[in-house]
């Protein structure tokens, strides 16, 4: 992923959490409310275990397919659902109302923990975007670091993400080291 499109996806991310009203730390309900003010539906099931998630259109809205294992957390429910909805928005065009009228029906490749296409990418992307605004996260990092050491887990519970998306969004900001 180019530092660009990077950079496109981040921006998308902050709109959308700004002009919805979306606060930190995003929880389940709030979620799933919002998708519900897009016209779309949230549904637990049972998935293949190697899948956390799901998006389908079908005709003019869409459903998203969660994974309701018991071995899944808030978080990783939290990270798939926010990374459905990157698709969504960068590749189901449901930004452009005409293009998403006569789109054709669209199924994501299932979203699996395991190979990534560049599509992954970028719903991985606008999903830690979403969850941990950049400007947000800088300033989070800053007062949870001492002697040049951060404090991952404070930054972690601060956005209700998995250590390693407080991490990993660190590395890809620039702010943590790899």
């Known amino acids: 992923m180019t530092n660009n499109r990077r950079r496109q996806i981040n921006e998308l991310a902050e709109t959308i ?8 730390p995003l929880n389940l309900e709030q979620l799933r409310n919002f998708i519900e003010e897009l016209g ?12 956390d998630g799901i998006i389908r259109k079908n005709v003019n809205n869409f459903q998203i397919l969660l994974s309701n294992a018991n071995n899944v957390t808030e978080e990783r429910k939290k990270f798939t659902l926010c990374h459905e909805l990157g698709h ?16 054709d029906d669209y199924e994501d490749t299932a979203y699996a923990r395991n190979g990534y296409s560049e599509e992954e990418y970028d719903a991985h992307e606008f999903a830690a975007a979403l969850l941990m605004p950049k400007e947000e996260y800088k ?35 620039g702010i943590l080291k790899w």
Do not use: P
């Open 17 to 24: 959490r700004r002009e919805s009203n979306l606060n930190t």
């Open 40 to 51: 779309g539906h949230l549904e637990f099931d049972e998935l293949n275990d190697d899948i």
């Open 88 to 103: 969504l928005f960068l590749h189901m065009n449901y930004l452009d109302e005409e293009a998403w009228n006569n789109s």
């Open 139 to 173: 300033e989070v990092v800053k007062n949870n670091t001492e002697n040049g050491i951060c404090n991952i887990s404070h930054v972690s519970n601060y956005f209700g993400v998995s250590l390693e998306a407080a991490t990993n969004r660190g590395k890809w900001l």
